[in-house]
């Protein structure tokens, strides 16, 4: 594994970077204060390439490798998470598992408005009841002629009440657990369906988090997703990259919080010397920059494996465990080296600090990683 950036990539991540610092920056702040979903950047997004990475280009794409996708939520996650968050979901998840077990003519039919940012795509798994235990979901899915019935509650999906196409995972045989799972395409203003409570956060308060109803919803046969009853294998599959995904957007708030640490200890002055020239925050800000820079080596590893079409299910989890751990970690980290100042809403750390909780929990749980990865090891 070559650690270099190709120029290619290197390309992708200034683009990446200038994107996020002239565009996403400026409205940061008031997107997380008023906690409204940034249409104007997702548009903008779109037309930059970034709301269909890894999708090939004859669907509308920008057919990039695994490590550029890593590299693109890095830096948008270093300004806003709500935003990486949004753009996370959308590929990593939706429109990933569309092209991923799609038919041609499903591919054709919605990829091309979804890789523009056109259309927004969100992926229903959770349940109420069924949230590290999955395949517990309780939502089910009934053929009757050509149709599909589906009935049920998801909870918590991003971008759910305002999503055009929705990937939806429902028991299509209650008798096989994991194995009686299916994944079917739900558009939005389908009869039946229909946006439920929308959550209030702690934090990337510029998402749309909120539930989706089901009842007795007709969805025609053609968009069942796949396989008849292979749906939640494939949903496990997905998660793996989605994984490597949330460990980038994890690394890119903790390198923003290092960011701004590095600049308030150069310029901050106590007992007549910069801060900067204290050891005990050198060392800090050291430990710091090796957690962010061991992180970023896990996931660059992770999606290296993915680019090579290798199996990387144990490398994902082992990116995102310690990538969110970490992150974590130095999110409190910055506020302490900025004190009081850290603590008051008009600099960023207390919204980094609150946006990367998510990370320890979305697509899979801390402990459910470390589930993940004693699986892989044979335990």
């Not at 310690?322 to 850290?342: C, E, L, W």
Request: proline share 2%; aromatic share 6%; with cysteine.
């Amino acid at each position: 594994m070559d650690l270099k950036l190709t120029s290619n990539q290197e390309k992708i991540q200034h683009a990446a970077r200038h994107f996020s610092s002239t565009v996403i920056t400026p409205r940061a702040a008031d997107i997380d204060k008023k906690g409204c979903f940034p249409w104007e950047v997702i548009k903008q997004a779109g037309k930059q390439g970034f709301m269909g990475m890894t999708i090939p280009k004859k669907y509308g794409g920008s057919e990039m490798d695994p490590i550029s996708y890593s590299l693109v939520l890095e830096e948008i996650a270093r300004v806003c998470g709500s935003t990486a968050l949004t753009v996370e979901a959308h590929n990593s998840l939706g429109i990933r598992h569309l092209y991923a077990k799609g038919t041609e003519d499903q591919r054709k039919k919605y990829l091309p408005s979804l890789t523009t940012g056109e259309h927004i795509a969100a992926w229903a798994l959770t349940e109420a009841h069924a949230g590290s235990d999955a395949a517990g979901m309780q939502t089910t899915a009934a053929q009757e002629g050509n149709e599909w019935i589906l009935n049920g509650t998801k909870t918590f999906i991003t971008s759910g009440k305002i999503a055009d196409v929705l990937v939806v995972m429902a028991k299509t045989d209650k008798t096989r657990g994991a194995k009686g799972i299916s994944a079917f395409i739900v558009e939005k203003g389908t009869p039946g369906f229909s946006p439920g409570v929308e959550e209030d956060k702690l934090g990337l308060r510029g998402t749309v988090t909120s539930e989706l109803v089901f009842e007795d919803c007709h969805i025609p046969q053609e968009n069942l997703l796949g396989e008849q009853n292979n749906g939640f294998i494939g949903a496990m599959e997905i998660l793996d990259a989605g994984r490597t995904a949330i460990a980038s957007m994890a690394v890119g708030i903790a390198q923003g919080a290092l960011n701004e640490s590095i600049a308030h200890v150069k310029k901050r002055k106590q007992f007549n010397k910069s801060l900067s020239s204290f050891q005990a925050i050198q060392w800090m800000i050291a430990d710091m920059a090796t957690q962010i820079e061991a992180s970023r080596l896990l996931i660059h590893q992770a999606a290296y494996l993915e680019g090579k079409g290798k199996k990387f299910t144990k490398e994902a989890s082992m990116a995102k465990l310690f990538s969110s751990t970490i992150a974590v970690h130095v999110a409190r980290k910055a506020i302490q080296i900025h004190g009081g100042y850290g603590y008051m809403m008009d600099r960023p750390l207390e919204r980094f600090l609150r946006d990367v909780k998510l990370c320890e929990i979305g697509e899979g749980t801390s402990e459910i990683q470390r589930l993940v990865i004693s699986r892989q090891l044979g335990l």
